[in-house]
């Protein structure tokens, strides 16, 4: 079961805003509304940022904000801070009850 | 206060057996979807398995199928993982965690609380 692309690094000066694309098939990012991401910092458990594409759960900032067209969703952070340097991992539903991740982002805050 | 606390991860043997467990509180246990989730050693998440609210059905990933089985006991509010098989690419961090919807399947819309995960170290 190969993962979602993401790419390996990306980077940002605080304030500035950065975005990580997630890019499947239509078999799973392209055929379900069914995309979360998640943050993870070194060490701890991933910690859930976005669901359903583009909804954020309650205490997630607004800052952080993900979006969808065909295969490839994206997770975009605005007002970059220190504390969002991070492992940010992609996930979707894949067909019937399977579910995959990406490979996962390093952000770096600059 | 939802809680998540994995145990059981140790160093075993190539071939070698053993059960994770993760005790849940602070929510409707069998309300929910529970999965398992992996990391190795610098690298990213891997979907494992995971298992209805009831515990009526489970799934699995490919990679896992018929080596792994996950059950859970809602008079316990716990979860397991049976592990079977193992070998050095089994090498992980395992991470329990609860589906974000509480209709008792739907664990591939994500997951909003996990633990802090169990080392499962698979060497000679």
């Known amino acids: 079961q190969s993962a979602l692309t993401q790419p390996a690094s990306v980077s940002g000066s605080p304030g500035q805003s950065i975005t990580i694309s997630c890019t499947g098939t239509s078999s799973d990012v392209g055929g379900y509304n069914y995309v979360s991401w998640y943050q993870q910092h070194p060490g701890k458990a991933p910690k859930l940022m976005i669901y359903d594409v583009a909804k954020r759960p309650s205490g997630v900032s607004n800052r952080f904000s993900g979006s969808k067209s065909g295969n490839t969703a994206s997770l975009t952070i605005s007002g970059l801070q220190a504390e969002d340097e991070a492992d940010y991992y992609c996930?979707?539903?894949?067909?019937?009850?399977?579910?995959?991740f990406g490979g996962g982002t390093k952000l770096t805050v600059l | 206060e939802v809680q998540l606390v994995e145990s059981g991860g140790v160093l075993v043997q190539p071939g070698g057996s053993l059960r994770l467990s993760c005790a849940a509180s602070?929510?409707?246990?069998?309300?929910?979807?529970m999965t398992w989730v992996r990391q190795a050693p610098g690298k990213g998440l891997q979907w494992v398995s995971a298992v209805s609210g009831s515990g009526g059905s489970t799934y699995y990933a490919d990679s896992v199928k018929g080596r792994f089985t996950i059950s859970r006991d809602n008079s316990k509010n716990t979860l397991y993982l049976q592990v079977d098989s193992l070998s050095a690419e089994d090498t992980a961090v395992y991470y329990c965690a609860k589906a974000l919807r509480g209709d008792g399947y739907n664990f591939e819309v994500g997951c909003d609380y996990w633990g802090q995960g169990t080392l499962v170290t698979v060497s000679s």
């Open positions: 996930s979707s539903k894949r067909s019937v009850s399977s579910w995959v």
């Open positions: 602070g929510f409707t246990f069998s309300g929910y979807a």
